[in-house]
C-alpha cells in the first residue's frame, strides 16, 4: 500500500518521556479523570441488570425500550463487562481497567496493521503515543461505554480482512455492530482499503492486474455476515420492534460535537487547526501521489460520520485513525516528526494537569463511603433516587436515577409509597428537579442529613413519604 520511507527512530529523550506520561496518565490518573460521569452508571447498570437479574431494559434510568439496557444491541458487552464486574465488585475504577486493555488491544492491533501496510516504525510510533494520549481515546478507555469494546473489534475485522480472513472478519463485523451500531465503521475501514487497492491498480500500468477482491472473498465474507446476523438475530429477534423508538432518536454529527458543541470543544481546536493544516499540504502538495489510502481513508470515515447520524463527541474516535495517519505522515515526509509529538505532549499533557488539580479534592472512594454512610439501613427494595453516580454505591438496591420517572412514564398509582431522595448540584442538568417537580405536589418530604463533597457540591438527603390518599 505504502512505500516505506525509512528514518531514524525517534530520539530516545522523546520516547521515554512518552512512556513515562502514558503511565502516569494510566496508573496514578486512573481514576481521577472524571468525577462523575452520567454514562459510567447508565452502561454499567445495563452489564448488571442483564449478569445478575436477566433483565434486558433500562430500569435504572427509565429508558424502557431499545435506547437504554441490552435488548437490541449490547448483550455481548453486557456479559463480558458483567462477568468482568461481577470479580471486581461492580467497581467503577475495577471496570476502568477492561476498557484500558481494549483500548491497549486495539492500539496493538493498529500497529500491526501499520505494518501490514508497510509504514515506518518512527510513523507507527506516533500513532500509538497518539492513540494513548489523545483525550478521544483516553476518555474511551476511562469509561464504561461499549465504545472500547466496540472500537477493539471494528479494528480487529478490519485486521482480519488484510490478513485474508474475510469469513471472521465479517463475523466480527456482526459482534462489534451487536455491541454498538457504530461497530459498522469497520466494514467503512474495509470499503476504504478495497478502494485505494483499486486506485492503485489503476494508476500503476506496470503493476500485474490482480484481482482485488475475489469471489471467493466475497462469498467467505458474506457467510461470515450472515452468521454473525444469525446470532444477532438469536439474541434480539423478540424485541426488533424497539429499532422505531430507537430511529428516531439519531441524528447529529460526532464532528460537530467533538469540536463545537461539546461543553470543552475549545480543548479541541487545536487539533482541529492540525488537521485542516494537514489536509490543505496533502492536497496542495499532492501527497496522495505517494499515498492514496489516507485521503480514501479519510473520505469514508467522514461519509459513515454523514449516513450514521450520532451526535455523541464519544464517536469521534471511531473516526479520527485516517487523521492521525495524515499528520504523521506528512510529519515524517517534512522531518518534524518529533517536534509535532512535543509539541502534542505539551498541550495535551496541560490539560491533563489542569484536569489533576481542578479535581484534587475529590475522592471517589470517600464519596461512595459518604453516600452510604448518610442513607439509613434500608430494605432492599426501598426505592431510592439520586445522582447517576450513586448507582455504584447502591447497585444492589432499588435504585434509580435523575429523570426516572419522567423517561420511564411512571403514573401517579405506579409512584413509590416512600423514598429516599440524594439531591446535588448536577440534578438541574440531569433531569432530577422537573422530574421531581412532576410529582412533589404528592409527597410530605423531610430533610434528613447534608453535607458538602469535596470537588464537587452540597449534597442532601431526604425523606418523601407520599400523602393519604383520601
Same mark, same amino acid.
Given at each position: 500500500m505504502n512505500t516505506k520511507i525509512r528514518r531514524p527512530p525517534l530520539p530516545i529523550w522523546l520516547l521515554t518521556i512518552l512512556i513515562?506520561?502514558?503511565?502516569?496518565?494510566?496508573?496514578?490518573?486512573? *481514576?481521577?479523570?472524571? $468525577?462523575?460521569?452520567?454514562?459510567?452508571?447508565?452502561?454499567? $447498570?445495563?452489564a448488571y441488570n442483564l449478569w445478575e437479574h436477566g433483565e434486558v431494559f433500562d430500569t435504572v434510568f427509565g429508558y424502557l425500550d431499545g435506547d437504554g439496557g441490552t435488548s437490541l444491541f449490547g448483550r455481548i458487552y453486557a456479559w463480558l463487562y458483567g462477568f468482568w464486574g461481577s470479580l471486581t465488585g461492580w467497581s467503577r475504577p475495577g471496570g476502568f481497567v477492561l476498557s484500558v486493555l481494549f483500548l491497549a488491544g486495539t492500539a496493538a492491533l493498529w500497529r500491526a496493521i501499520l505494518r501490514h501496510m508497510n509504514y515506518s516504525s518512527e510513523l507507527i510510533c506516533g500513532f500509538l503515543f497518539l492513540m494513548l494520549l489523545m483525550e478521544a481515546y483516553y476518555s474511551t478507555a476511562h469509561s464504561l461505554r461499549g465504545d472500547a469494546m466496540t472500537f477493539f473489534l471494528a479494528t480487529l475485522c478490519f485486521y482480519l480482512f488484510i490478513l485474508h480472513r474475510p469469513f471472521w472478519s465479517a463475523l466480527v463485523l456482526c459482534f462489534a455492530v451487536e455491541t454498538h451500531p457504530y461497530g459498522m465503521v469497520g466494514l467503512f475501514y474495509i470499503f476504504a482499503l478495497i478502494t485505494a487497492r483499486y486506485l492503485e491498480r489503476a494508476a500503476d500500468r506496470q503493476q500485474e492486474k490482480k484481482a482485488v477482491l475475489t469471489p471467493r472473498t466475497v462469498l467467505l465474507f458474506t457467510a461470515g455476515g450472515l452468521t454473525g446476523l444469525a446470532v444477532y438475530l438469536a439474541l434480539h429477534w423478540n424485541y426488533l420492534g424497539g429499532l422505531n423508538d430507537l430511529a428516531g432518536r439519531t441524528g447529529g454529527n460526532p464532528f460537530l460535537s467533538y469540536f463545537f458543541l461539546h461543553r470543552y470543544s475549545w480543548r479541541h481546536w487545536p487539533e482541529l487547526l492540525l488537521i485542516i493544516i494537514a489536509l490543505t499540504v496533502y492536497l496542495v502538495k499532492r501527497e496522495y501521489k505517494n499515498d492514496i489510502f489516507i485521503p480514501v481513508f479519510t473520505a469514508f470515515c467522514l461519509l459513515f460520520s454523514i449516513l450514521i447520524p450520532r451526535g455523541n463527541f464519544h464517536y469521534v474516535g471511531f473516526l479520527y485513525p485516517p487523521f492521525i495517519l495524515m499528520i504523521l505522515f506528512l510529519a515524517e515526509r517534512y522531518h518534524i516528526s518529533k517536534w509535532v509529538l512535543t509539541l502534542f505532549l505539551l498541550f495535551q499533557m496541560s490539560q491533563y494537569a489542569w484536569l489533576a488539580w481542578s479535581q484534587r479534592d475529590f475522592s471517589w472512594k470517600a464519596y461512595l463511603t459518604r453516600l452510604e454512610q448518610a442513607l439509613p439501613e434500608t430494605e432492599t427494595n426501598t426505592f431510592i433516587y439520586g445522582p447517576p453516580s450513586g448507582w455504584f454505591a447502591f447497585h444492589k438496591q432499588n435504585y434509580h436515577a435523575y429523570g426516572f420517572f419522567g423517561r420511564a412514564g411512571i403514573t401517579p398509582d405506579q409512584l413509590p409509597k416512600m423514598?429516599?431522595?440524594?439531591? *446535588?448540584?448536577?440534578?438541574?442538568?440531569q433531569g432530577g428537579t422537573a422530574d421531581l417537580a412532576a410529582i412533589a405536589a404528592l409527597y410530605r418530604v423531610a430533610l434528613l442529613t447534608e453535607w458538602d463533597e469535596p470537588g464537587h457540591s452540597c449534597y442532601t438527603l431526604e425523606l418523601w413519604e407520599k400523602k393519604n390518599e383520601e
Open positions: 513515562l506520561c502514558v503511565l502516569i496518565l494510566y496508573i496514578p490518573m486512573h *481514576n481521577r479523570y472524571r $468525577s462523575d460521569y452520567i454514562d459510567d452508571a447508565w452502561s454499567f $447498570s445495563w423514598m429516599y431522595v440524594v439531591k *446535588n448540584g448536577e440534578m438541574e442538568k
